[in-house]
């Protein structure tokens, strides 16, 4: 009770000897951590169920390595391009073949570029599909953001997002041509940008803020097992891709009909709308779950906004926002930073990725291990995340990402005198480009948990949706860097490197959050973070 009393921001009287608390108002961050506790059985089952959405988002982002693959090889039929086209068979291409004399070995359905013809003359379609998928997701971060702190709450928006992603897949999986084909990737983009952005969200809300990053970092994870996933799907659909799109498109709507019904909301999202009831009911649930006793009666959540009906009657949420992020001078320098470094973050991150049907191995093999490359970085960015500063964390990954894509530069001029792999490929600039992508996945993991502390609760989600919108827009451009890598690998190789340190350098201007708290309103941010650095400042001169 004594810990209790410390807490007290209401009202207490006595009577005779005995003290009745008419009223214990406390702070979420505080009921987590006397009632519920920062990180229970209950959470981590929410989270491990928040998290299985990921396994969705990572298949439609990445299923193109295999739907719009180069086929691996043709054929001439019957023999009759050998003697009419000698000079085009013995360069490989069938660009100067006539029609009609050749097939592909996997048959005309194998990927969207066989069947559709997207090579030679009509070799720059092949991108239009992948580019728009991001541009999609780049539009749906923001839209999603906006919806899920306002009216529709994290949870609901990741069912709409789960729903929407399931019929276009589908859809995408009938389009006839790819003009249309790719109107349903730019609709599919759109439809999975929610997932991310609320799961992780979700996730790092319902815990206390020693276990943010790591908690944060499990999605990440499972994004990983969605990639991983890919081949293992794509193989026995390899001589049809629009089965494919089928299959992948049946995991979201089972999840949002089986599995997230057992989700709870955000009780930090609850409270700022106003349903702070709602709010408690749900820390009272961990706290049962975790093994801990009923959070008393006369205990209640602090109003973060001094309104009655949390944050809503001054419109904070709503159109007509007056605490808006971008009015808000300090809040809109961050964002336009993290948004800086998260486009050079998401241009080599997915540009290495999409980058892997070109390296000289079988696809298969080539996407299963550029997925276990992931996993030692997301446990890794879990460890680190423990008890390192994210500034620090970010930099240097990001620099780690970048030296080592500049350095593939100088491998890529040595094959002669490189140990060369069976399939063919040089086994240095493969190992030195391995290490470059693990740093690719941390800075990238590390930005989103960074993007999530450094913003409060009113304005998190549409802060990691500007975030989400940045990386998107990177993203969007890596596919054209990837045709000119075909031309030029050093080229790419430099470009990628510079965008990431600079991701890294821009960092500087950031604040440290580790262990900070997760404020509720621009204006309580504003006022913590200038009592804490006066604070500071003064500890500083008695120090001297």
Same mark, same amino acid.
């Given at each position: 009770?004594?810990?209790?009393?410390?807490?007290?921001?209401?009202?207490?009287?006595?009577?005779?000897?005995?003290?009745?608390?008419?009223?214990?108002?406390?702070?979420?961050?505080?009921?987590?951590?006397?009632?519920?506790?920062?990180?229970?059985?209950?959470?981590?089952?929410?989270?491990?169920?928040?998290?299985? #959405?990921?396994?969705?988002?990572?298949?439609?982002?990445?299923?193109?390595?295999?739907?719009?693959?180069?086929?691996?090889? =043709?054929?001439?039929?019957?023999?009759?391009?050998?003697?009419?086209?000698? &000079?085009?068979? #013995?360069?490989?291409?069938?660009?100067?073949?006539?029609?009609?004399?050749?097939?592909?070995?996997?048959?005309?359905?194998?990927?969207?570029?066989?069947? =559709?013809?997207?090579?030679?003359?009509?070799?720059?379609?092949?991108?239009? !599909?992948?580019?728009?998928?991001?541009?999609?997701?780049?539009?749906?971060?923001?839209?999603?953001?906006?919806?899920?702190?306002?009216?529709?709450?994290?949870?609901? &928006?990741?069912?709409?997002?789960?729903?929407?992603?399931?019929?276009?897949? @589908?859809?995408?999986?009938?389009?006839?041509?790819?003009?249309?084909?790719?109107?349903?990737?730019?609709?599919?983009?759109?439809?999975?940008?929610?997932?991310?952005?609320?799961?992780?969200?979700?996730?790092?809300?319902?815990?206390?803020?020693?276990?943010?990053?790591?908690?944060?970092?499990?999605?990440?994870?499972?994004?990983?097992?969605?990639?991983?996933?890919?081949? @293992?799907?794509?193989?026995?659909?390899?001589?049809?891709?629009?089965?494919?799109?089928?299959?992948?498109?049946?995991?979201?709507?089972?999840?949002?009909?089986?599995?997230?019904?057992?989700?709870?909301?955000?009780?930090?999202?609850?409270?700022?709308?106003?349903?702070?009831?709602?709010?408690?009911?749900?820390?009272?649930?961990?706290?049962?779950?975790?093994?801990?006793?009923?959070? !008393?009666?006369?205990?209640?959540?602090?109003?973060?906004?001094?309104?009655?009906?949390?944050?809503?009657?001054?419109? %904070?949420?709503?159109?007509?926002?007056? %605490?808006?992020?971008?009015?808000?001078?300090?809040? #809109?320098?961050?964002?336009?930073?993290?948004?800086?470094?998260?486009?050079?973050?998401?241009?080599?991150?997915?540009?290495?990725?999409?980058?892997?049907?070109?390296?000289?191995?079988?696809?298969?093999?080539?996407?299963?291990?550029?997925?276990?490359? %992931?996993?030692? $970085?997301?446990?890794?960015?879990?460890?680190?995340?423990? @008890?390192?500063?994210?500034?620090?964390?970010?930099?240097?990954?990001?620099?780690?990402?970048?030296?080592?894509?500049?350095?593939?530069?100088?491998?890529?001029?040595?094959?002669?005198?490189?140990?060369?792999?069976? @399939?063919?490929?040089?086994?240095?600039?493969?190992?030195?480009?391995?290490?470059?992508?693990?740093?690719?996945?941390?800075?990238?993991?590390?930005?989103?948990?960074?993007?999530?502390?450094?913003?409060?609760?009113?304005?998190?989600?549409?802060?990691?949706?500007?975030?989400?919108?940045?990386?998107?827009?990177?993203?969007?451009? #890596? !596919?054209?860097?990837?045709?000119?890598?075909?031309?030029?690998?050093?080229?790419?190789?430099?470009?990628?490197?510079?965008?990431?340190?600079?991701?890294?350098?821009?960092?500087?201007?950031? !604040?440290?959050?580790?262990? $900070?708290?997760?404020?509720?309103?621009?204006?309580?941010?504003?006022?913590?973070?200038?009592?804490?650095?006066?604070?500071?400042?003064?500890?500083?001169?008695?120090?001297?």
């Amino acid at each position: 009770m004594e810990e209790e009393q410390k807490l007290v921001h209401g009202s207490t009287s006595l009577v005779g000897s005995e003290e009745v608390n008419t009223k214990l108002e406390l702070t979420i961050d505080e009921v987590f951590d006397v009632y519920v506790g920062s990180l229970g059985f209950s959470q981590l089952l929410h989270v491990f169920l928040v998290s299985l #959405a990921w396994i969705s988002d990572a298949q439609s982002t990445l299923v193109t390595i295999f739907s719009d693959a180069q086929p691996s090889a =043709w054929r001439c039929k019957n023999g009759l391009c050998l003697s009419n086209n000698s &000079t085009a068979k #013995a360069s490989g291409s069938v660009c100067g073949l006539v029609p009609g004399t050749w097939e592909w070995v996997d048959g005309h359905t194998s990927s969207t570029i066989a069947e =559709w013809g997207l090579i030679c003359d009509h070799k720059f379609l092949a991108a239009v !599909p992948t580019s728009v998928f991001f541009l999609g997701s780049l539009v749906g971060s923001a839209v999603y953001g906006y919806l899920a702190d306002s009216w529709l709450g994290r949870k609901r &928006t990741v069912q709409v997002s789960c729903i929407l992603t399931s019929i276009t897949a @589908f859809a995408t999986s009938l389009s006839p041509n790819v003009l249309v084909y790719a109107f349903f990737r730019f609709a599919n983009g759109f439809s999975r940008s929610g997932i991310g952005i609320c799961c992780l969200v979700l996730t790092t809300e319902s815990v206390g803020s020693k276990w943010r990053g790591q908690v944060g970092q499990y999605g990440f994870f499972f994004f990983t097992l969605g990639f991983l996933s890919l081949p @293992f799907v794509a193989y026995p659909t390899r001589t049809c891709w629009r089965n494919l799109y089928k299959i992948l498109s049946l995991f979201p709507l089972a999840y949002s009909i089986l599995l997230l019904p057992f989700v709870s909301e955000s009780p930090r999202w609850l409270l700022i709308r106003g349903r702070s009831k709602e709010a408690l009911a749900i820390l009272d649930r961990f706290a049962r779950l975790n093994g801990k006793k009923k959070i !008393p009666n006369n205990i209640s959540l602090a109003n973060p906004c001094g309104f009655k009906d949390g944050c809503t009657n001054e419109g %904070e949420i709503s159109t007509n926002n007056m %605490e808006s992020l971008w009015t808000t001078t300090w809040a #809109a320098s961050r964002m336009v930073t993290v948004m800086v470094a998260g486009f050079g973050v998401g241009f080599v991150y997915y540009g290495v990725q999409l980058n892997v049907e070109n390296l000289n191995f079988n696809l298969f093999i080539s996407v299963a291990l550029n997925a276990l490359m %992931e996993i030692p $970085a997301v446990f890794l960015g879990t460890f680190l995340l423990g @008890f390192a500063n994210r500034r620090l964390l970010f930099s240097v990954s990001s620099y780690i990402a970048g030296v080592s894509c500049i350095l593939c530069t100088f491998f890529s001029h040595k094959g002669g005198s490189s140990k060369v792999h069976e @399939f063919g490929g040089n086994w240095s600039q493969l190992f030195v480009e391995a290490i470059g992508f693990m740093g690719a996945s941390l800075a990238f993991d590390i930005l989103y948990i960074y993007c999530v502390e450094l913003f409060p609760t009113n304005v998190r989600n549409f802060a990691v949706s500007m975030l989400r919108q940045a990386l998107m827009l990177g993203a969007s451009l #890596a !596919p054209l860097l990837v045709v000119l890598g075909r031309l030029s690998p050093s080229l790419s190789f430099l470009i990628f490197g510079a965008f990431s340190i600079t991701s890294g350098f821009l960092s500087i201007w950031l !604040p440290e959050t580790r262990n $900070a708290p997760l404020y509720e309103t621009l204006k309580q941010q504003e006022e913590e973070e200038k009592h804490n650095l006066v604070s500071h400042d003064s500890g500083l001169e008695l120090g001297k």
